[in-house]
Nanobody
C-alpha cells in the first residue's frame, strides 16, 4: 500500500508561484506513473499533469500547459508540481495520485486510472 502526502499549498497572489510536493511511503513509488489532479468547490476532480515512471513522458491539461511543470526524484520518492503565473481559477485542492498500471513510458489523465491518492493540499490564488 503506497501512502502519498502532499505539501506546499498555500495562499498566493495572481501571477505568483508555488511548488507542490508529493512524498511516497514506499520505494516502489519509483515504478509508478504519478498524476496531479485538482478539485474546486462544487466541481469534479480534474486532471492537471502526469509523469511517467522514469520521468521521460509528461502530459498537461491545456489550461496549465506552459505554466506548470511536473517532475520527479525517484531517489527521494517524490514528485513535484511547479506552478507559475498562477490565476484565481487555479484555486482548488490539489491531489497527487499513483497508478499501478502501465510501463516505463505510461502516463494517465483519468481519475479511475489511479489506485492511490493523497489527502490533498489547498491552493488559493487571490486576484
Amino acid at each position: 500500500q503506497v501512502q502519498l502526502v502532499e505539501s506546499g499549498g498555500g495562499l498566493v497572489q495572481a501571477g505568483g508561484s508555488l511548488r507542490l510536493s508529493c512524498a511516497a511511503s514506499e520505494r516502489t513509488f519509483s515504478t509508478n506513473a504519478v498524476g496531479w489532479f485538482r478539485q474546486a468547490p462544487g466541481k469534479e476532480r480534474e486532471f492537471v499533469a502526469t509523469i511517467s515512471w522514469g520521468g521521460d513522458n509528461t502530459d498537461y491539461e491545456d489550461s496549465v500547459n506552459g505554466r506548470f511543470t511536473i517532475s520527479r526524484d525517484n531517489a527521494k520518492n517524490k514528485v513535484y508540481l511547479q506552478m507559475n503565473s498562477l490565476k484565481p481559477e487555479d484555486t482548488a485542492v490539489y491531489y497527487c495520485a499513483a497508478t499501478l498500471s502501465g510501463g516505463y513510458y505510461y502516463t494517465a489523465r483519468i481519475v479511475s486510472d489511479y489506485h492511490y491518492w493523497g489527502q490533498g493540499t489547498q491552493v488559493t490564488v487571490s486576484s
